[in-house]
């Protein structure tokens, strides 16, 4: 969101901030720096100061992108590249170039031409493009030799992140290009949006110029490809969530921490809707005493049995075929239903519940993992929040904070005060214009003239505050000791004068001592005093002049 207070300066400098600080986080924890090579740590670790120097670091960045990009770029760039972008994402992943690279070594453009099965040229193509991605590169550059980075490295080790980018490019993409005319054929015109799961863009997507008309769920289960087995996209979307789960280790720890699985014992926990099993999975490695039985459709099963086939928790993690819109038969301690609600309308999650009430006992628990949008004043109030404290950080106001203060005294940074200040001269300039115009009558200009004086008042006093600010360096260790010894000099200077004796014999600081006059080379003669006075020589000269202007001469 736009901070209208930010500006080229600041941001670069808070992201200079914020990167030293990261830094040395990861120092701090032992931990490498990232960089583009291949074997760099994939994510940063789970710590929570690092992990908030990082979302403020990733929001500063942003903003300067935004910036330096520029209004007219950004909706060009907007609407142009990511188009580009993902099908670069979808080629690579559909071709698998992840494995014509290998990833301790290099491999030519003819080398994964023949790999892909891929025109030379149009491997180069997509290739270039990936490389301002920072998905492969060449090494060295200018080079026929392309190696793996960091990203693409990551993807080339995971068939479930794999899965996770086929499953959101080739079943969810289609549908996002259909969005608007799914808004104009059911929701526009009416008051509340449709519960039904047809009612959606899914139905209108494509797959090869067939329109899918039937719900996601529907859909991954019996849409058959030419080339594949059928289920293969329901298959694919259990390993796309594994994949998921690799990548969110804040969620897993949220659900391993926001329950207290340990009073549970032996109990036995139904994962209602639980795919592959990717969250029993690490609730089984964390609770060895629970008993896991993980719901769902048939189509994921295989998935399943191929993770834990040979996983030592095979015993205690079990695979049980069931709708969940179907009434539930197996009693459990737990239900654990994670990251399903938000895929269906109320409608739909009233009736996955009510499906559960017959085996429900007192001591029982539904547990609901899931994102959840908060309510508009309370999502107002948290972005406020954030904002608020970004602002701080920075040494200025929250964006919300417009009007000037009445008091300056209220006001404790200096950018701050500033600021106001900068209002004022604004608002004097702007009414200096006016007050020039010739057609205005003379009530126009007095008011004019006293509104600018207030202003002018009113500067004065932020300007005050700002001095009162920069005082505080009179407390500082060291200024505050010189500054008493200037005063006491002072001092010593006003007692001298009232004495009349020039100062204190070894002033040293100029004040009007002895010390101060042989240090100018002011000496008695200087002020008409000197030895030719104590012999009377001066008073014989005097008569002598004055005997020869009465005689008219000087002879």
């Given amino acids: 969101m736009a901070h209208l207070d930010q500006n080229l300066e600041n941001i670069g400098t808070a992201i200079a901030q914020l990167s030293k600080s990261l830094a040395d986080q990861l120092k701090a924890l032992d931990q490498r720096e990232p960089s583009f090579a291949a074997d760099t740590p994939a994510s940063f670790p789970q710590n929570a100061e ?19 990009t520029g209004a007219s770029d950004f909706w060009i760039n907007g609407c142009l590249f990511p188009n580009h972008d993902l099908l670069t994402f979808d080629v690579l992943n559909s071709f698998n170039f992840w494995d014509a690279v290998p990833l301790n070594g290099s491999a030519s453009y003819s080398e994964i031409a023949k790999s892909t099965n891929l025109p030379e040229s149009i491997v180069r193509r ?49 549908a996002t290009t259909v969005g608007v005319n799914a808004l104009k054929k059911w929701v526009a015109g009416h008051v509340d949006p449709p519960q039904e799961v047809t009612t ?6 494509t797959d090869d110029g067939v329109e899918r008309r039937t719900d996601f769920w529907t859909y991954i289960d019996n849409f058959e490809r030419h080339d594949q087995p059928k289920g293969f996209r329901a298959k694919r979307f259990a390993e796309a969530m594994q994949g998921l789960t690799q990548n969110t280790a804040t969620i897993i720890e949220a659900t391993l921490k926001l329950f207290d699985w340990k009073s549970l014992n032996d109990a036995t926990v139904v994962d209602l809707g639980g795919s592959a099993g990717h969250i029993s999975a690490i609730l089984a490695e964390n609770y060895p005493k629970l008993s896991l039985v993980v719901q769902d459709l048939p189509a994921v099963e295989s998935a399943f049995n191929t993770n834990f086939g040979s996983s ?10 069931h709708d969940f819109f179907n009434v539930q038969e197996t009693s459990a301690d737990v239900f654990l239903v994670k990251s399903v609600f938000h895929d269906w309308s109320d409608k739909y999650v009233l009736q996955i519940v009510r499906n559960l009430l017959g085996v429900f006992k007192p001591g029982n628990h539904l547990l609901i993992f899931d994102s959840i949008v908060p309510e508009s004043e309370k999502a107002q109030s948290m972005l406020y929040r954030f904002r608020a404290t970004q602002a701080s950080e920075s ?17 404790s940074t200096i950018p701050a005060c500033e600021k106001f200040r900068g209002q004022i001269l604004r608002d ?6 006016k007050i020039q115009d010739e057609s205005l009558s003379d009530a126009q200009v007095r008011d004019l003239n006293d509104e600018i004086n207030k202003l002018m008042k009113e500067k004065w006093s932020w300007e005050r505050r700002i001095k009162e600010y920069y005082g505080r360096a009179k407390e500082l260790p060291g200024v505050k000791e010189m500054l008493e010894r200037a005063a006491k000099k002072q001092a010593r200077r006003a007692a001298a004068g009232k004495r009349g004796d020039g100062g204190e014999d070894g002033d040293e600081d100029g004040g009007g001592g002895r010390a101060d006059l042989q240090r100018r080379g002011l000496d008695a003669r200087y002020f008409g005093w000197g030895d030719d006075e104590a012999d009377g020589s001066l ?8 005997a020869a202007i009465g005689r008219g001469g000087t002879g």
Avoid at 200 to 205: G, I, K, Q, S
Avoid at 539 to 546: A, G, I, S
Wanted: proline share 5%; charged share 20%; hydrophobic share 45%.
């Fill in 395 to 411: 040494g200025l106001l929250p964006t919300s904070s417009t009007r000037r203060p009445k008091a300056p005294s209220t006001v």
């Fill in 50 to 68: 690092l992990q908030q120097i990082r979302v403020k670091l990733l929001d500063s960045l942003a903003s300067l992108q935004h910036l330096v």
């Fill in 539 to 546: 008073l014989r000269r005097r008569h002598h002049l004055e």
């Fill in 200 to 205: 959606c863009a899914m139905p209108l997507a």
């Fill in 312 to 321: 030592r928790h095979a015993s205690r993690v079990k695979f049980q075929k």
């Fill in 126 to 174: 997509f290739l270039r493009y990936a490389f301002t991605l920072f998905v492969f590169t060449e090494s060295p550059l200018g080079s026929e030799n392309v190696v793996h980075t960091s990203a693409s490295a990551y993807i080339a080790r995971s068939r479930f992140v794999q899965a996770f980018l086929a499953h959101n490019l080739e079943d969810i993409r289609p």
């Fill in 428 to 433: 004097v300039s702007r009414k200096l214009l």
